[in-house]
């Protein structure tokens, strides 16, 4: 557990969460009463088999999908029960989210799209978005488009992109998935790095037990109870 850690101010507090899904027999449960925490600065492993309900988990954290019960709170407020506007507005002031997909703006440069989330949250600072760039190997690939990047270097922009808002909870879907072992654990160490300074909260989904031990904790996710 990170130094400092206080429950009483989680940046993230998840509490019997429940959460299924209508197979052809009926409904099938995915995630059955899942709780926990996160403090500022704290950074979180979350790992499991494919199926287990870690990808369900990060959705529903991050207000794409809703829970059928419990609650989800982040930051002081409290997530299940907001509207889908607010949800979205939450997603784009307080919780950064990097996928397995890049969702990068094909039109826009790689200095653009790193700066795109950072300016719709009014947060957008040259001097932060130069940073990462840095710190993530991407300064020469500024003014290039993404299709003149590999995937690896599409994955860093998407990356620098949810950083570059400075948002309180990062929540990453195997953020480092296409990568190679040495750039992976340059990206998580940025990404530990940022939490530390920012007093935000990390949540990582990895399959990787050696990505996972760079983490303050680990939690395991088995058919829908963490374990």
């Known amino acids: 557990m990170s130094e400092g850690y206080d429950p009483g101010c989680a940046v993230l507090s998840v509490h019997n969460l429940t959460k299924s899904f209508q197979g052809v027999d009926g409904p099938v449960p995915v995630l059955r009463g899942v709780s926990l925490n996160l403090g500022p600065g704290e950074t979180l492993a979350l790992t499991g088999e494919s199926g287990s309900g870690k990808s369900t988990l990060l959705h529903l954290i991050g207000g794409l999908e809703q829970a059928d019960s419990g609650t989800i709170d982040i930051d002081g407020t409290r997530l299940t029960g907001l509207s889908d506007r607010g949800r979205a507005t939450l997603r784009r002031g307080t919780v950064g989210v990097i996928f397995q997909q890049f969702n990068l703006i094909p039109s826009l440069t790689v200095a653009e799209n790193i700066a795109f ?6 947060r957008y600072d040259r ?26 270097q599409q994955q860093r922009v998407a990356i620098a992109r949810t950083l570059a808002a400075r948002p309180r909870l990062v929540l990453a879907d195997e953020p480092t998935g296409n990568l190679d072992e040495d750039t992976a654990l340059r990206v998580l160490e940025t990404l530990c790095d940022l939490a530390k300074e ?11 037990v050696q990505l996972a031990s760079k983490l303050d904790r680990r939690l395991h996710l088995r058919s829908g109870v963490i374990t």
Not at 130 to 152: F, H, M, V, W
Not at 198 to 208: A, P
């Open 127 to 152: 001097g932060v978005t130069a940073d990462l760039a840095d710190k993530l190997g991407l300064t020469a690939q500024l003014r290039k488009y993404p299709e003149q990047l590999s995937g690896g």
């Open 198 to 208: 920012t007093r935000s909260g990390l949540l990582m989904v990895t399959h990787s």
């Open 117 to 122: 989330q950072a300016r719709l949250a009014g």
